[in-house]
C-alpha cells in the first residue's frame, strides 16, 4: 500500500540553527499538509501546498517555516532559527483531493531542539 | 475559532466486547469528519471518514456516527481486539486543513 515516507524520524539541532524536514507523499496525491505534535498536545494544523504554493496556513506558520517542493517527489519543511518550542512531532500528509478526501500522514520526524 | 473535544481520555475495554468513542464538535461549518488512529511511534493512520450529509458510514468492524444537531461524532469498534489499542482521534475538515481532537486512548484487557 502506498505511503508517506519522512526522513529522518529523529533530528537533534541546536537552538538559532535551521533545520529541513522531508518528506515523500504518496505518488499520485496532489495536495499536501505539513502538522505538528507537540508532546502531550493534539495534533495542529501548519499549511497546506497545492500547485506549487501555499493554499493555507496557520498562526503557527510564521515567517520562520517555509515549505517547498524542489522536485516531483519530495515535500519540504524549513525551519529557520529554530527555537526550544519549536520542538515536537512534526507530520507530513497528502491527499488526492482538497476536499473530502482523507489526508494520509507518514510517521513524523521528532525535531529536538536544544 | 474551531474546537474539537473528546470526551473520555481513556477507554478501557475487554477483548471482544465493543468500543465506542466519543467526540464533539463546535464548528458547524464543518462538513468532513475523519477519524484517524495512532500507535506509539507511528503517525496518525485513517480509520474511516463521513461527509456532513451521511449520518451512519461503516467499514470493517467499524462504524461511524455523525450527529449533527448536537455536533457529535462517535467512532464504534466491533468485537475490539489487542491490536486495536491505540489513541483514536477524530478530526474534521475546514477549508483545507484538518482540526484535530485531543485523543482518546484505547486499552484493550486480554
Redesign the interface.
Known sequence: EPE?T?TPSHQVTQMGQEVILRCVPISNHL?F?W?RQILG?????LV?F?NNEI??K?EIFDDQFSVERPDGSNFTLKIRSTKLEDSAMY?C?SSDG???Q???????TRLSIL | GESVGLHLPTLSVQEGDNSIINCAYSNSASDYFIWYKQESGKGPQFIIDIRSNMDKRQGQRVTVLLNKTVKHLSLQIAATQPGDSAVYFCALEAGNMLTFGGGTRLMVKP
Open positions: 508517506v519522512q495536495y499538509y502538522y498536545q493534539k495534533v495542529e494544523f497546506s497545492y493554499s493555507e496557520s507530520f500528509a482538497g476536499s473530502w482523507p489526508q494520509h500522514f507518514g510517521d513524523g
